[in-house]
């Protein structure tokens, strides 16, 4: 029997869901990244499907990296992961397609970037979203703090960023991490209606002017974020981030134990 993948993709009425639906919680790692990956080679040049809804399978959509397997990695091999997934990030920045994010549970750290690519995100009323990797040590990614800076209100940017906070509710609308709220009853189909709404436009056109609304931010990744790869290693392989690091996988062990 074969393991089970970490990204599925179906297609209905030429929609594409593509679900997260990996052990841990959707915690991203090398096979999430790779799964991800594929699902949009596959969905990006299909004339047949109109749209994509990135969800999730379990009570979690993605709670960020996953730090029990990602801890173990040298420096080198970290800094392969990283390209990777600033990798996988462009590519769902840049689908020319509609994608919308249902969150149907709790989005922080690098989930909460993951559902910034999308076009709409749609919460799921009492779950929790937001970045907080800087109580960790670790600074945003220099793509994702691009990312971000287009998707969050201006006011609310500095506490976003820097302090870290978990949002729900009408706090996460607020901020503009999420467009929308719906109960947990008929969530996904909700989403997919709203996906929908999306994917009767003219595709053409549709795609033409997300291209003109994301072309500068995903040039700056492009261009830049290698350039600063050193300092955000050296950020988590620094020793108080470590000790933080460590504290997080042996209280997730104590969990699963």
Request: glycine share 8%.
């Amino acid at each position: 029997m074969g393991r089970k993948a970490a990204v599925t993709v179906t297609v209905e009425n030429a929609l594409a869901t593509v679900r997260l639906d990996r052990e841990h919680g959707n915690a991203i790692n090398d096979d999430l990244v790779t799964g991800l990956m594929s699902a949009c080679h596959e969905i990006g040049p299909d004339p047949k499907i109109r749209g994509i809804l990135l969800a999730a399978g379990g009570k979690l959509f993605c709670p960020g990296l996953d730090l029990q397997e990602l801890v173990a990695l040298d420096r080198r091999a970290m800094g392969r992961f990283m390209i990777r997934f600033r990798d996988v990030l462009l590519d769902l920045y840049t689908l020319p397609k509609p994608m919308v994010a249902a969150l149907s549970g709790a989005a922080l750290a690098g989930g909460c970037i993951i559902s910034l690519t999308a076009d709409w995100r749609i919460l799921r009323r009492g779950s929790l979203i937001g970045l907080n990797e800087i109580k960790v040590g670790v600074p945003l990614p220099f793509g994702v703090s691009r990312i971000l800076r287009d998707s969050v209100h201006r006011p609310r940017m500095e506490e976003v960023a820097l302090l870290g906070r978990n949002y729900t509710n009408e706090d996460a609308m607020a901020t503009g991490l999420v467009q929308e709220l719906h109960e947990e009853a008929g969530f996904e189909a909700h989403s997919l209606m709203r996906l929908e709404e999306f994917a009767s436009k003219d595709l053409r056109a549709f795609a033409a002017t997300k291209k003109y609304l994301r072309s500068s931010i995903a040039s700056q990744i492009e261009g830049e974020d290698q350039k600063h790869q050193k300092e955000w290693l050296d950020c988590w392989f620094s020793t108080d981030t470590r000790r933080r690091i460590d504290q997080i996988v042996a209280q997730l062990k104590t969990r699963s134990a």
